[in-house]
C-alpha cells in the first residue's frame, strides 16, 4: 500500500502502527482505531458539509455512495481501490403508528436494512473489502451471526477474492445464511456459539494469512461511521435530541460514537446528541458493565431470538462504554417479548425490520415510559437490518409459535373453502 495519511492507534496504551501494517490488536491485547491526521484534508473539511451535499447529484459510485461520499472523513483511498456497490442512501421514515406506539411525536428511523444486502454491515464492509484488497489479500474471513457474512460474501464476490465464514451451528437467520451460500462463500458450520465462532476466526487468520473482517478491524468501524453522518445529512445537518440503536458487539454504536467525536473534532460541531444503546436481556453484558460501572463481564451463554444481537463477550465494548460516558448516552434493555412485540408494529406499520432492529423501538418505548426520553424531543432510531432476514421468526410469530413469547399482534393467515361463499364469509367475520 502506499503511504496513507492515518495510523492505527490502541485505544488502552500510547503503541502506534502504520496504516500499511496487517494488525486488529495491539501488542497488549486491546482494539486498534484509525487515527486521521486531519490537516492532510483541511482545505476540503473547511468547506463545511455542502462539499456531501453537491456530490449527492453526482453520477459518479463514490460520490453515490452513502460511505464514500464522505471519503475525506472515514477512510481517504484512492477511486481506484474503492469497492462499492453503492451503498447507504437508506431512508428516514416517520410513522403516526410508531409515534403513538412508543409515545415518541418526534421519532424517526433510519433503515439501515435497505442497504444492498439488507443490513449496515454494508457500510464497514466496502471499507474492509477495499483495504483488504489494497493490503494484497485474496480471501477475507469472519466469524458471523449473518449479516457480516452475508456482506463480506456480497463485496468479496465482486472483488473476485476467496470469503470464508464461520457461524455458529443452528443459530443463523435463514435468509443470511442463504445470502452467504448463495454469494459463494465458503461456509463452516461450528459446534459453538457467536463467541467461540469468534475467537476461532481470529486464531485462522493469524496462522493463514487471511484478513478478517469483523469488526474487530478497525476499518470496519471507520465505515460504519457513515450511518451517522448520513443521517445528519438527512436532517439538514441538524443535530437530534438522541440516536437509539441495538447493541450486540456494540461495532456499531463504537462507529457512531467516533465519528461524533471527529466532527466535534473538526469542528463541524459543538455538541453532541445523546446516544441510547439497547441490548437484548438476555445477552446484555454492556447495560450491566454500564450500569454497575465495572467493566464488562463477558456472558457464559447470550439468549435472546433476535440472533444478530445474541452475543456475550462483545469485541467493542470498550470503545463503546468509553464513548457513551464522554456523550452522557446510556444503556438499556428489553425482552424478546418487547422487541417481538415492537417488531410486529414496525411491520405492521409498513416499514419492517428483521427482530434485533426493533430493539431500537422497543428501546424507545421503554425510555419514554420512564421518562429518560421526553416525548417532545427529537429521537432518530436505528433500524438495523431487512424484515425479510428472518423469515421463520416472523412467521412464528404470527402463528403464535414462537418459543417463549405471547404473540401481542399475531396476523395468522386463516384457511377457507375455495368458493366466492366460503372466501366472502371470511371477510365479512
Ligand atoms: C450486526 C447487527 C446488530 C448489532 O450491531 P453491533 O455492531 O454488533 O453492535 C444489530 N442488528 C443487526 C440487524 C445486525 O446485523
Excluded at 473547511?46 to 453520477?59: E, I, K, Y
Excluded at 454494508?122 to 451471526?145: E, H, N, P
Excluded at 451517522?228 to 460514537?257: K, Y
Aim: proline share 4%.
Amino acid at each position: 500500500m502506499p503511504h496513507r495519511p492515518w495510523i492505527l492507534g490502541c485505544i488502552d496504551c500510547e503503541r502506534r502502527y502504520a496504516a500499511e501494517e496487517v494488525r486488529y490488536r495491539c501488542e497488549c491485547g486491546a482494539t486498534l482505531e484509525v487515527r486521521h491526521d486531519w490537516t492532510t484534508r483541511r482545505a476540503l473539511l473547511d468547506l463545511g458539509p455542502s462539499v456531501f451535499d453537491q456530490r449527492r447529484l453526482s453520477r459518479e459510485a463514490i460520490d453515490r455512495s452513502g460511505v464514500w461520499r464522505f471519503r475525506e472523513l472515514v477512510l481517504p483511498l484512492a477511486g481506484s481501490e474503492v469497492i462499492t456497490k453503492p451503498e447507504g442512501n437508506t431512508n428516514l421514515y416517520c410513522s403516526d403508528r410508531l409515534a403513538a406506539y412508543t409515545g415518541s411525536a418526534g421519532l424517526s428511523l433510519k433503515h439501515e436494512g435497505e442497504n444492498p444486502t439488507g443490513s449496515f454491515k454494508d457500510r464497514g464492509m466496502t471499507v474492509a473489502i477495499s483495504v483488504a484488497c489494497a493490503l494484497g489479500f485474496a480471501r477475507v474471513a469472519c466469524a458471523s451471526t449473518g449479516n457480516t457474512s452475508a456482506s463480506m460474501a456480497a463485496y468479496a464476490a465482486q472483488a473476485g477474492i476467496e470469503a470464508y465464514v464461520f457461524i455458529p451451528e443452528g443459530k443463523i437467520a435463514y435468509g443470511k445464511l442463504a445470502q452467504s451460500l448463495a454469494y459463494g462463500a465458503r461456509t463452516i458450520q461450528i459446534e459453538g456459539d457467536f463467541d467461540l465462532a469468534m475467537k476461532l476466526v481470529e486464531e485462522v487468520c493469524r496462522a493463514d494469512s487471511i484478513y478478517l473482517v469483523n469488526s474487530l478491524n478497525p476499518y470496519r468501524i471507520e465505515g460504519q461511521k457513515a450511518i451517522g453522518l448520513e443521517l445528519l445529512q438527512d436532517l439538514g445537518w441538524r443535530l437530534p435530541d438522541w440516536i437509539v440503536l441495538p447493541g450486540g458487539n456494540l461495532g456499531n454504536s463504537s462507529a457512531l460514537l467516533k465519528g461524533l467525536f471527529e466532527l466535534r473534532e473538526i469542528g463541524w460541531l459543538d455538541r453532541l446528541p445523546r446516544v441510547a444503546v439497547i441490548q437484548a436481556a438476555g445477552a446484555n453484558p454492556l447495560y450491566t458493565a454500564f450500569h454497575n460501572r465495572t467493566t464488562l463481564q463477558p456472558l457464559a451463554q447470550a439468549e435472546t431470538l433476535a440472533t444478530a444481537i445474541k452475543i456475550g463477550n462483545p469485541v467493542s465494548w470498550k470503545k463503546s462504554l468509553r464513548g457513551l460516558l464522554a456523550t452522557h448516552g446510556l444503556v438499556e434493555q428489553v425482552s424478546d417479548q418487547e422487541i417481538l412485540d415492537a417488531k410486529a408494529q414496525v411491520d405492521a406499520a409498513g416499514i419492517g425490520a428483521e427482530p434485533a432492529s426493533c430493539a431500537t423501538v422497543a428501546g424507545v418505548r421503554k425510555l419514554i415510559a420512564s421518562g429518560t426520553i421526553r416525548p417532545d424531543e427529537r429521537v432518530c432510531g436505528i433500524l438495523t437490518g431487512h424484515l425479510l432476514k428472518d423469515p421463520d421468526l416472523t412467521i412464528a410469530y404470527h402463528q403464535s409459535t414462537a418459543l417463549g413469547v405471547t404473540s401481542n399482534f399475531a396476523n395468522p393467515p386463516v384457511r377457507a373453502e375455495a368458493s366466492l361463499a366460503g372466501v366472502r364469509r371470511w371477510l365479512r367475520r
